[in-house]
Every structure is written in structure tokens, then in C-alpha cells.
């Protein structure tokens, strides 16, 4: 019989990414890269443990932005054709390796998974959605939902209304997509501020995840520390991230993903075949980018790109098969000792970046595939467990003040608010100032409600933490400086033309139709609490 819970959580969130006003944007393959990559690898492994009767149970956030990408048909369609760019690539590459026996190897492993990615495709009609929450119906996935373009709150907390749309329009979006309302929520960048639960009780959450350290400077300290959840003051219960699981899978310096054997993610075939040859299926202005298609595997700590040896699918699989059991055998060792400690059963809450498994860690979907397996077959010391049935379970629970965290560098705030991104703030608190005075008026005609309703849209957009994020990373930084200017100042045109009573119906429908986000969002929930 299990004497304590496993509970794995992954995060899948793309920050909103849709150019119809261009024939092509690279930002949109980020979308591309985590279907092929990350969720149908997911949906498809899903599908084989169902098949072989493992009654796997896995938590993961779906956050508004990915669904409404997931399901527009502009981005299927542009999708439809990237897959079909990396199929003949892939198929390209088996011809023109025909004397070149590893490579050619490789090239059919690739050649055979955009295959099976496109059938997986196309048996939910370009509909992933619909196919993560199959899962859902039969108690194998919890979806959860997240803020509604994931914005950070703590950094929005003085406007509790614009806190407050981020909920809201998030909870309305989950249910007008699932059919019911969500029981938890994957806090933006697990960012956490005291009194935050108050919004969250309201909204009709039951739970929400935060870092360990947010758990563990409690007041009053919890008993059991991050292997059990406190509840609030207002019923809404707090899990913590556990470091211990979390370092094995993460950690830059003894995480699995640094195994020699795994394949190299720097690597790819876009930079490193002739330019002739490559030149069709790179940046349309001829600029190299990755493809997807990369032969080499990580082979041993600080080498050189030109120092990385060949990779072998077959060799990653034992690897990841033989790392998966290691994580069971710790969970194991850990769960026994905090049983014997705690006198009750714990729950190890481990949350990671859905994209971590597939795009960033290649062989990530086969070690989940191989520990789901593990765990039900191999061992009888914990269960896999969702964070609902959990509580359900177990409905009496210390109850404490979490404190003030996120997952961030340093535990707090600064990633998001530092040299890099810190003028963007004062403009975010102009624009909400200005949506909340929207939000007391009452629109004349259709026109004017929606432009109140697309200047609520704007705000969202611009709020989203990514765009704050990319600054502090140094990556893709003027795309995430344009995406926040845009935003801003389609908001405070919008803004004058509702104060002026004279809106530009055309411009209105061109912006409309580029931010097509929550089409049944009312500007009305920026009215005061």
C-alpha cells in the first residue's frame, strides 16, 4: 500500500504569437517547435500508456495563449506547413545520405517521428486541445489553467482589478474551453504575493502552486514543510515546489539532461549544411535558423560544438530509461523517510516547464514514458497522484500565510523587474489606470463596445511576463520591445478614440482581427472590486 504521492506538474505556456499581417515571423515557430517537439510527443505517449493499461496521472497547466494558438486556424495551417517542410527535409536527407550509414540512420529516426507526428495531427483533426482534454475526461490529466496572458502579479498588485482580469478572464477562458470551471492555477511564473488568495478564492480556485521557499517562510512555519499543502485563510490550499525532484531534472550541473549520450540541442542542421543546399527550408530572407533535425549528441562536459560525436536514438532511450528509474528509486528513499518522519503521507510536488520534455530535453517524453511504467509496475512505497484528488483526499490541512516568492532567480521579483525591463512599468500602470476609468462607462453603440473590449485585449497582451523575460535573457530582445510598444499603444489609441467618441472602425477591425485573443471578453471585469 502507498505511504505517500507523487505529483508531477508540467507548465505549458507560448506567450502569444500571431502575425497575420505577415507571411512570415520566426517568433511563430516557437509554437511549431513545442507541437513537434513537446506535445504531440506528450499526447502520443498518453495514448500508449492508455493502450497498455497504466493509469498514469500527470497535472498540467494550459495556459490561455497556447489554447488559443493551439486552436486558431491560421496557426494549424502555417503549422501544416512547416511539418511538411521538416517531412521533406527529413526525406531529403535520407536520399542525400545514402553512403553516410549513421547519418542516414538518424535521418530515417527523423523521417519516421514527423510521420508519426503527422498522423497524430490529423487524427484530432489539427485539434490538440481536443486531445489533451480526452485525457482530462478520463482522470488522467488535470488541466489547470494559469493568468490570462501570464501576467506577472506581484508587479501589478497596486491595481487589484488588473490582478483581478488576469484571474478572471483566465477561469471564463478555461471553462468556455473544457466545459468546467478549473480547480487550480499555475501562478505566472509561480509568483506569489500575500493576500493574493483572497482573488483566488474568489474566481472559485481551490489550489495554486507556488516555489518551495514561498511555502517554507510561512507564517506560522508549516509542520511538514513543502510535502503537504497549507491552506490559506480563505480555504484556497498552497503546494510547494520540492527542490529535491526538481534539482534532478533541472539542475545545469547534476540534472539528467546533461547526460553525454542525450542528443545536443546546439547543434542543429540548419547551421551546419551547405547553404545551397539548407537554403530552402531556413529564414525566407536567407538567414540560417535550427531546423529541428540535429545529429549529434551532448558527448561530454565542456566541449565544443565541433568536438560533439554522432548521436544514437537507441543508447538515449537506455539512458532515459535507466534515469527514470533513478528518479523512482529516489522518490522512493525520500517518500519512506518522510513518512517515517511526518507519520502521514507526503506528496512530493514536482513542476517543470512543459518544453523542458521534448524541445529542450530531447529524450524528456521517453523518461516520463518509462517512469509511468516504473511506477506501476515496479514499486508500491508512493502513487502518482493530481493536486485535486490529493486535497479530496485529504480535505484537513495546516493553515498558514505563505510568503511573498516566485520561481525566479533569486527566489523573487528580480528577474522581472531589473535594468534590463524596468521602463516598461510605468507605462503598464498607465494603461491600467486608463482601463480602469474604461471600465466605469458604459459603450453607445456596438463600435464602441468593441473597442472597450480590444482595449482590454491590448492591455492583457502587454502585461504577458514573457516580454519582460526575453529583455533580461538578451534573446529575441527587440521582437519583446515591439510586442510591448505595439500593444501600448494600440491600447492608448483606442483609449482616445473611446474618450473622443470618434473610433476608427477600419483600424479597429485590423487590430481585431491581428489580436484575435478571448473573443468573449468583457472590458467589465477591469471594474473596481
Same mark, same amino acid.
Given at each position: 500500500?502507498?505511504?505517500?504521492?507523487?505529483?508531477?506538474?508540467?507548465?505549458?505556456?507560448?506567450?502569444?504569437? +500571431?502575425?497575420?499581417?505577415?507571411?512570415?515571423?520566426?517568433?511563430?515557430?516557437?509554437?511549431?517547435?513545442?507541437?513537434?517537439?513537446?506535445?504531440?510527443?506528450?499526447?502520443?505517449?498518453?495514448? /500508449?500508456?492508455?493502450?497498455?493499461?497504466?493509469?498514469?496521472?500527470?497535472?498540467?497547466?494550459?495556459?490561455?495563449?497556447?489554447?488559443?494558438?493551439?486552436?486558431?486556424?491560421?496557426?494549424?495551417?502555417?503549422?501544416?506547413?512547416?511539418?511538411? &517542410?521538416?517531412?521533406?527535409?527529413?526525406?531529403?536527407?535520407?536520399?542525400?545520405?545514402?553512403?553516410?550509414?549513421?547519418?542516414?540512420?538518424?535521418?530515417?529516426?527523423?523521417?519516421?517521428?514527423?510521420?508519426?507526428?503527422?498522423?497524430? *495531427?490529423?487524427?484530432?483533426?489539427?485539434?490538440?486541445?481536443?486531445? #489533451?482534454?480526452?485525457?482530462?475526461?478520463?482522470?488522467?490529466?488535470?488541466?489547470?489553467?494559469? /493568468?490570462?496572458?501570464?501576467?506577472?502579479?506581484?508587479?501589478? =498588485?497596486?491595481?487589484?482589478?488588473?490582478?483581478?482580469?488576469?484571474?478572471?478572464?483566465?477561469?471564463?477562458?478555461?471553462?468556455?474551453?473544457?466545459?468546467?470551471?478549473? =480547480?487550480?492555477?499555475?501562478?505566472?511564473?509561480?509568483?506569489?504575493?500575500?493576500?493574493?488568495?483572497?482573488?483566488?478564492?474568489?474566481?472559485?480556485?481551490?489550489?495554486?502552486?507556488?516555489?518551495?521557499?514561498?511555502?517554507?517562510?510561512?507564517?506560522?512555519?508549516? +509542520?511538514?514543510?513543502?510535502?503537504?499543502?497549507?491552506?490559506?485563510?480563505?480555504?484556497?490550499?498552497?503546494?510547494?515546489?520540492?527542490?529535491?525532484?526538481?534539482?534532478?531534472?533541472?539542475?545545469?550541473?547534476?540534472?539528467?539532461?546533461?547526460?553525454?549520450?542525450?542528443?545536443?540541442?546546439?547543434?542543429?542542421?540548419?547551421?551546419?549544411?551547405?547553404?545551397?543546399?539548407?537554403?530552402?527550408?531556413?529564414?525566407?530572407?536567407?538567414?540560417?535558423?535550427?531546423?529541428?533535425?540535429?545529429?549529434? &549528441?551532448?558527448?561530454? +562536459?565542456?566541449?565544443?560544438? /565541433?568536438?560533439?560525436?554522432?548521436?544514437?536514438?537507441?543508447?538515449?532511450? !537506455?539512458?532515459?530509461?535507466?534515469?527514470?528509474?533513478?528518479?523512482?528509486?529516489?522518490?522512493?528513499?525520500?517518500?519512506?523517510?518522510?513518512?517515517?518522519?511526518?507519520?502521514?503521507?507526503?506528496?512530493?510536488?514536482?513542476?517543470?516547464?512543459?518544453?523542458?520534455?521534448?524541445?529542450?530535453?530531447?529524450?524528456?517524453?521517453?523518461?516520463?514514458? #518509462?517512469?509511468?511504467?516504473?511506477?506501476?509496475?515496479?514499486?508500491?512505497?508512493?502513487?502518482?497522484?493530481?493536486?485535486?484528488?490529493?486535497?479530496?483526499?485529504?480535505?484537513?490541512?495546516?493553515?498558514?500565510?505563505?510568503?511573498?516568492?516566485?520561481?525566479?532567480? =533569486?527566489?523573487?521579483? !528580480?528577474?522581472?523587474?531589473?535594468?534590463?525591463?524596468?521602463?516598461?512599468?510605468?507605462?503598464?500602470?498607465?494603461?491600467?489606470?486608463?482601463?480602469?476609468?474604461?471600465?466605469?462607462?458604459?459603450?453607445?453603440?456596438?463600435?464602441?463596445?468593441?473597442?472597450?473590449?480590444?482595449?482590454?485585449?491590448?492591455?492583457?497582451?502587454?502585461?504577458?511576463?514573457? *516580454?519582460? #523575460?526575453?529583455?533580461?535573457?538578451?534573446?529575441?530582445?527587440?521582437?519583446?520591445?515591439?510586442?510591448?510598444?505595439?500593444?501600448?499603444? +494600440?491600447?492608448?489609441?483606442?483609449?482616445?478614440?473611446?474618450?473622443?467618441?470618434?473610433?476608427?472602425? /477600419?483600424?479597429?477591425?485590423?487590430?481585431?482581427?491581428?489580436?484575435?485573443?478571448?473573443?468573449?471578453?468583457?472590458?467589465?471585469?477591469?471594474?473596481?472590486?
Amino acid at each position: 500500500m502507498a505511504i505517500g504521492y507523487l505529483a508531477l506538474v508540467l507548465h505549458a505556456h507560448l506567450p502569444f504569437v +500571431r502575425h497575420p499581417e505577415s507571411d512570415y515571423v520566426l517568433e511563430e515557430e516557437w509554437l511549431f517547435e513545442a507541437i513537434t517537439e513537446t506535445y504531440v510527443p506528450l499526447i502520443q505517449m498518453f495514448e /500508449g500508456l492508455k493502450r497498455d493499461g497504466v493509469d498514469f496521472k500527470i497535472t498540467m497547466s494550459m495556459t490561455p495563449p497556447l489554447i488559443s494558438m493551439l486552436r486558431d486556424p491560421l496557426l494549424q495551417e502555417r503549422y501544416d506547413q512547416h511539418l511538411a &517542410k521538416l517531412e521533406e527535409l527529413a526525406e531529403l536527407e535520407v536520399e542525400h545520405n545514402t553512403y553516410n550509414g549513421h547519418i542516414r540512420y538518424l535521418a530515417e529516426h527523423y523521417a519516421q517521428e514527423f510521420n508519426r507526428v503527422r498522423q497524430t *495531427w490529423e487524427n484530432y483533426d489539427r485539434d490538440l486541445v481536443k486531445a #489533451f482534454k480526452q485525457f482530462q475526461d478520463t482522470n488522467n490529466l488535470e488541466i489547470i489553467t494559469c /493568468g490570462a496572458t501570464h501576467g506577472y502579479l506581484p508587479l501589478m =498588485k497596486m491595481y487589484p482589478q488588473a490582478v483581478w482580469a488576469q484571474l478572471q478572464v483566465a477561469c471564463e477562458h478555461y471553462e468556455q474551453t473544457f466545459g468546467r470551471p478549473p =480547480k487550480g492555477i499555475w501562478l505566472p511564473e509561480c509568483a506569489y504575493y500575500e493576500g493574493l488568495e483572497r482573488m483566488l478564492a474568489d474566481a472559485g480556485l481551490r489550489y495554486f502552486i507556488t516555489d518551495g521557499h514561498g511555502i517554507l517562510y510561512a507564517r506560522p512555519r508549516p +509542520r511538514f514543510g513543502t510535502y503537504a499543502p497549507v491552506f490559506t485563510e480563505t480555504g484556497v490550499a498552497a503546494f510547494g515546489r520540492d527542490h529535491e525532484s526538481s534539482q534532478q531534472v533541472w539542475s545545469s550541473e547534476v540534472g539528467y539532461p546533461g547526460a553525454p549520450e542525450y542528443r545536443e540541442f546546439y547543434k542543429d542542421l540548419g547551421w551546419e549544411a551547405d547553404y545551397e543546399y539548407i537554403k530552402p527550408y531556413i529564414m525566407p530572407n536567407g538567414q540560417r535558423k535550427n531546423t529541428g533535425i540535429k545529429y549529434h &549528441k551532448i558527448t561530454g +562536459r565542456g566541449l565544443g560544438l /565541433g568536438d560533439k560525436q554522432l548521436y544514437d536514438p537507441y543508447w538515449a532511450r !537506455e539512458k532515459a530509461a535507466e534515469h527514470a528509474a533513478n528518479f523512482m528509486f529516489n522518490r522512493e528513499n525520500q517518500i519512506r523517510y518522510l513518512h517515517h518522519l511526518m507519520q502521514r503521507p507526503p506528496i512530493v510536488v514536482s513542476p517543470y516547464d512543459a518544453e523542458l520534455y521534448g524541445h529542450w530535453w530531447y529524450e524528456g517524453p521517453w523518461f516520463l514514458d #518509462f517512469l509511468f511504467r516504473k511506477v506501476w509496475f515496479d514499486q508500491d512505497t508512493f502513487a502518482m497522484t493530481h493536486l485535486a484528488d490529493y486535497l479530496r483526499a485529504h480535505p484537513t490541512q495546516q493553515v498558514c500565510r505563505p510568503s511573498q516568492s516566485s520561481w525566479g532567480y =533569486k527566489g523573487f521579483h !528580480e528577474y522581472w523587474l531589473n535594468d534590463t525591463n524596468a521602463w516598461i512599468y510605468p507605462h503598464l500602470h498607465k494603461a491600467a489606470e486608463r482601463m480602469i476609468e474604461l471600465a466605469k462607462g458604459e459603450p453607445w453603440d456596438e463600435l464602441s463596445w468593441r473597442a472597450l473590449n480590444q482595449a482590454a485585449r491590448e492591455l492583457l497582451l502587454a502585461q504577458s511576463s514573457d *516580454w519582460a #523575460f526575453i529583455m533580461r535573457t538578451g534573446t529575441m530582445v527587440p521582437y519583446a520591445v515591439r510586442r510591448t510598444r505595439s500593444h501600448l499603444m +494600440r491600447f492608448h489609441k483606442l483609449y482616445d478614440d473611446i474618450k473622443s467618441q470618434k473610433i476608427d472602425a /477600419g483600424w479597429l477591425e485590423k487590430v481585431e482581427a491581428i489580436d484575435n485573443i478571448f473573443p468573449h471578453i468583457n472590458y467589465r471585469v477591469y471594474r473596481p472590486l
